[in-house]
């Protein structure tokens, strides 16, 4: 299901042709779940790229699955499944120091928009396609959809783009805020590594308790942000990146943090 690469700290996780066009099966998903996780254990792994193949970055749910479960009175506990699988992935992706960015090759639907829009940042090719693709199915959205999305284009817009069933082309999510840069398919993947490996570079603590204390931001007081705040930069503080970090301003030099 997945090809991975290593490019020094920078892991390049491919979702194959074909479970990039079904990728949310129980076992599909429990493999990108098992090979995200495990790169984000590893300490030489500071960035991940996820891509797709073809003409597919992630194009959601097996839907003949869907059928087999509605037809075998399962489809409740299948839906739970998945969802289990894949939202406890999302949270840690949304905290762990390890920067991700979704390489955004072609159609990207359903729990494969949500898987992209967990990364840290999102580089599309113009070939990008970019749906719900829930309500002609009768759903509500998941894959943490309707949190990530309205804090990178407005409630509203989200609104719409759920309602109305938009899909947007790489330009049109740019020009929402959707994703951070289009970049022609040639240069895709060394593109998103670079800025893996860039924003990589930094110290854990700041890696996390900045994507930490940004998703809290939208939802808590001033006074809870402040304390949430003092407490990880306390934290922070007393680690040894930190001490490099001094010691590098102090000696007119770039730090190094392993």
């Known amino acids: ?30 493999e990108i779940s098992a090979t995200l996780n495990d790169l984000m254990d590893d ?56 920067i991700l960015v979704a390489a955004i090759n072609g159609a990207a639907a359903g729990g494969g928009l949500g898987l992209a829009l967990a990364c840290d940042a999102r580089i599309a090719s113009p070939d990008a396609k970019l749906a719900a693709a829930f309500f002609k199915l009768g759903l509500s959205p998941d894959g943490g959809s309707t949190w990530l999305l309205p804090r990178l284009v407005g409630n509203q817009t989200a609104r719409r783009f759920f309602f109305n069933d938009e899909t947007w082309t790489g330009g049109e999510a740019l020009e929402k805020g959707l994703v951070d840069e289009v970049v022609e398919q040639e240069n895709l993947i060394d593109h998103a590594t670079k800025l893996a490996a860039n924003w990589g570079k930094w110290s854990k603590m700041s890696r996390s308790g900045t994507k930490q204390l940004l998703d809290a931001s939208t939802s808590t007081f001033f006074q809870t942000q402040l304390e949430l705040e003092q407490a990880l930069i306390i934290a922070a503080s007393q680690t040894d990146e930190f001490a490099e970090g001094v010691a590098a301003f102090l000696e007119k030099r770039e730090p190094t943090f392993d």
Not at 5 to 25: C, G, L, M, P, Q
């Open 1 to 30: 299901v997945l090809e991975v690469e290593r490019r020094d700290s920078v892991a390049v996780v491919t979702i194959s042709a074909e479970a990039a066009r079904n990728a949310f099966d129980s076992d599909s998903m429990s």
């Open 43 to 98: 300490s030489e792994i500071r960035g991940i790229v996820l891509t797709g193949t073809g003409r597919f970055f992630c194009a959601g749910a097996d839907i003949e699955e869907f059928q087999r479960s509605i037809d075998e009175g399962i489809i409740g506990p299948l839906v739970d499944n998945l969802t289990s699988i894949l939202h406890p992935l999302q949270v840690r992706m949304r905290t762990d120091p390890t």
